[in-house]
C-alpha cells in the first residue's frame, strides 16, 4: 500500500507540475515537459530550459510537438552543413498553444517569458498559419512532411484492443490529447470519434486540459506526447490516440508501449500535413531562409521518414502564399 503524501510533500508535488502561467497542476509526476525546450549548439552541446535563448539565438523555430524525436538528428545534420549558425532555440510543443500563449500574446514557461516572435513557425493546421497571416505577420509557407493517427496500447496489447472502434468499450481507461491546444485530437482525433459515431461516449463533449473528460474514464492530458506513454506504463491507462511516429519513437527507446494501427480513412492520413512558415517580425530571415531550404533537401526528408514521417512532395516543399 502506498504511504501516504504528507501536505508539504503535496503540495510541492503540485506545484512541479505547473509548466506554464495559470496552467492546471497535473495529477502525474512530471512527464519530462521540459525537455521540449532546447538550445543546440554547433559544438554538439544541447541545454534544456533556457527560455531566454529564444530572444537572442541565431535561429529561434516554435515547432508542432510531435516531431519532437526527430530534432537532435535534424538540427545537428543542419548544424554540421551550417556551423555558422551556432545556436538554434527550438520549442516542440502543440501549435495551438503556440499560437494563443506565445505569439498571440506573450508568454512564459516556468516564470521566464519567452520571444512573441521566433524566426520559424509550424503546425499540423493550415489555419494557424492563416490567422497570422490576418495579422500581417507571415505570408508564405510549404507543407515539409506528414503524419497518421494510431492507436498506443501498454506492450503486450493485455485489452486486446483491435481498432479505434474499441473505443466504444467500457472497459478501457483512455488518455488522449486535449481538444484545446493539441492538434493532433482538435482537428484530427476528434474528427476521428465523429466519424466513428463515438465522440460523446469518449470525450462527453469536455472542453478542458489536464483534466478528467469522463471522469475515471478519459483523460485529457496537457502534451500527449509525453503523458500518454507514461499513464500507459503507470497502468493509469490502457490506450491513447497518438501520432504513429511516437509509437515508433517510444519502441525505438525501450519503453513499454505498442501501436494498434488504425486504418484509412480514421487514421486522416491523406490530411495531416506539417505547416511551416517565416514570421516577418523575426529577428533571423536570412537563417530562416536557409532552414526553409534545408528543410527541403534529401537529408531532411530521409531523417523524417527514418522516424516513420511521411515525406512531402516536390510540390509541397516549394513555398507558396498562404491561401
Not at 33 to 60: E, M, P, V, W
Not at 87 to 106: A, D, M, W, Y
Not at 221 to 243: L, M, S
Request: with cysteine; net charge positive.
Amino acid at each position: 500500500m502506498k504511504q501516504p503524501i504528507s501536505i508539504k510533500a503535496g503540495l510541492l508535488l503540485a506545484a512541479s507540475a505547473w509548466l506554464f502561467s495559470g496552467a492546471p497542476a497535473l495529477a502525474v509526476k512530471d512527464a519530462g515537459h521540459s525537455k521540449d525546450y532546447r538550445t543546440f549548439h554547433a559544438n554538439g552541446q544541447i541545454d534544456f530550459g533556457r527560455i531566454g535563448d529564444s530572444y537572442d539565438a541565431d535561429l529561434s523555430m516554435y515547432l508542432a510537438g510531435n516531431q519532437f524525436m526527430v530534432m537532435k538528428e535534424l538540427i545537428q545534420d543542419f548544424q554540421k552543413h551550417h556551423p555558422d549558425i551556432k545556436r538554434i532555440f527550438v520549442e516542440t510543443i502543440p501549435p495551438g498553444q503556440i499560437l494563443k500563449g506565445q505569439l498571440l500574446k506573450q508568454g512564459s514557461i516556468e516564470g521566464q517569458k519567452i520571444a512573441m516572435n521566433p524566426d520559424l513557425y509550424a503546425s499540423v493546421n493550415l489555419g494557424h498559419l492563416k490567422k497570422l497571416k490576418a495579422k500581417g505577420r507571415m505570408d508564405k509557407y510549404m507543407i515539409y512532411t506528414h503524419n497518421k493517427l494510431e492507436l498506443m496500447v501498454a506492450r503486450g496489447n493485455p485489452k486486446g484492443i483491435k481498432g479505434p472502434k474499441d473505443l466504444a468499450r467500457d472497459d478501457l481507461v483512455q488518455s488522449h490529447p486535449n481538444p484545446l491546444t493539441e492538434g493532433i485530437f482538435k482537428f484530427y482525433g476528434a474528427e476521428m470519434l465523429k466519424d466513428l459515431g463515438l465522440y460523446e461516449k469518449v470525450t462527453g463533449n469536455a472542453q478542458c486540459k489536464s483534466c478528467w473528460a469522463v471522469p475515471g474514464k478519459t483523460w485529457f492530458t496537457q502534451r500527449h506526447h509525453r503523458e500518454t506513454p507514461q499513464r500507459i506504463e503507470e497502468g493509469k491507462a490502457d490506450v491513447g490516440i497518438v501520432w504513429t511516429t511516437e509509437i515508433a519513437h517510444a519502441k525505438a527507446t525501450g519503453r513499454h508501449i505498442e501501436g494498434v494501427p488504425i486504418p484509412a480513412p480514421y487514421n486522416k492520413q491523406d490530411k495531416v500535413g506539417y505547416a511551416i512558415g517565416m514570421l516577418k517580425d523575426g529577428r533571423q530571415p536570412g537563417n530562416a531562409q536557409v532552414f526553409l531550404d534545408y528543410l527541403a533537401s534529401a537529408n531532411a526528408q530521409s531523417i523524417y521518414a527514418k522516424y516513420g514521417f511521411v515525406s512531402a512532395s516536390a510540390d509541397e516543399l516549394a513555398l507558396k502564399p498562404i491561401p
